[in-house]
């Protein structure tokens, strides 16, 4: 049987890595590739989840942080530094320790969801909590990355987007092309500008015969490429894409461009929706922000703009147990809208089952 190696071992030839780049690796990548029934058939197309919540540490960050935490190690960094939403900081945090490397992270305060903040303290980050949103928080990792010896490993960092275009070649290598549509979460941008990477390297040495349309999503409140300018007060529930001034903008807007694709907004009803239905109908459990993708294809198939026939692929972004609090809230809300659960409590010799 093949045994995954992790994706820097998968995909060597195709990354920055040399004979002594020591390679820091949780066994990332590899991740389900899970035909959708039910979006297949609310939208008439071939729907394909790319899982990614099944990740290391829970998230698709971890393709970025092998490759940026095995090129700082060969460089001789001791520390790493990133600023995050809380997936960033969870990869860091546990990539570094693995590579035997100080990790500081600066969160917005109170802006974070709790499974993401425990990873970072269970792997003995410095946490350090901004009072401010993602983009300051940004901001100042940067100067901090600047005034003293440490990697900074946000996707501005461009090995990150280097282990993230891997997902795309999974992508072709379990479909044997690339598909009509790719849609996926856009918040600071690094992802989709990865995705279109990796797309365009395997179309251009003939991998695959063709590109998809690149259908980026972002929240409404949060949505500075559908504004066409950066947002100063990004609002939205789903706090892994609460960004409004995203680092790769020119990218981003090439990717959406060159592949003849759109980045709209989708409302939090919709993107909470959208988590329910992965949740109740596919059996997908992902945080908020990472059911973006499916709100928005959602959106589009309502407003007529789904040929059908065609094979999109919904990168997912991030896994369920990150941000909890939601499946409690929503269960039972069928369009979406919060709900708390009752909880049915019984003796435990006098259990029966109403039918
Ligand atoms: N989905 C999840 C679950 C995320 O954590 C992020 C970004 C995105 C989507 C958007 O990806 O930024 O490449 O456009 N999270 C970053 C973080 C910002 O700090 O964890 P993007």
Known sequence: ??????????????????????????????????????????????????????????????????????????????????????????????????????????????????????????????????????????????????????????????????????????????????????????????????????????????TATRRPRMWGFQAAGAAPFVKGHPVDEPETIATAIRIGHPASWATAVAARDDSGGRIGAVTDEQILAAHRWLSSREGVFVEPASAAGVAGLLAATEAGEVDPGQRIVVTVTGHGLKDPQWALELAGAEDGRRRAVEPVRVQPDAVTIAR
Not at 51 to 63: A, H, L, W, Y
Not at 184 to 206: F, H, S
């Open 1 to 206: 049987a093949h045994v995954w190696r992790g994706l820097i071992e998968e995909y060597r030839e195709r990354l920055p890595v040399g004979a002594a780049t020591p390679v820091v690796s949780l066994g990332e990548g590899g991740t389900p590739l899970v035909r959708a029934q039910h979006l297949s058939e609310r939208t008439s197309c071939e729907v394909w989840l790319k899982v990614e919540g099944c990740n290391p540490t829970g998230s698709f960050k971890d393709r970025g942080m092998t490759m940026a935490i095995s090129r700082a190690k060969e460089e001789g960094a001791q520390a790493v530094i990133c600023a995050s939403t809380g997936n960033t900081s969870a990869s860091a945090a546990a990539y570094a320790t693995a590579a035997g490397m100080r990790c500081a992270v600066l969160v917005p305060d109170g802006k974070i969801a709790l499974g993401k903040l425990s990873q970072a303290i269970a792997h003995g980050a410095t946490l350090l909590q901004v009072d401010g949103n993602f983009d300051d928080c940004l901001t100042q990792a940067r100067k901090l990355a600047e005034a003293y010896p440490v990697e900074l490993v946000n996707s501005v960092n461009p090995f990150r987007i280097e282990g993230q275009k891997t997902a795309a070649f999974e992508v072709v290598d379990v479909l044997g092309d690339a598909p009509d549509v790719h849609c996926l979460p856009v918040g600071n941008a690094g992802n989709i500008t990865a995705y279109w990477k990796g797309y365009r390297e395997y179309a251009e040495d003939g």
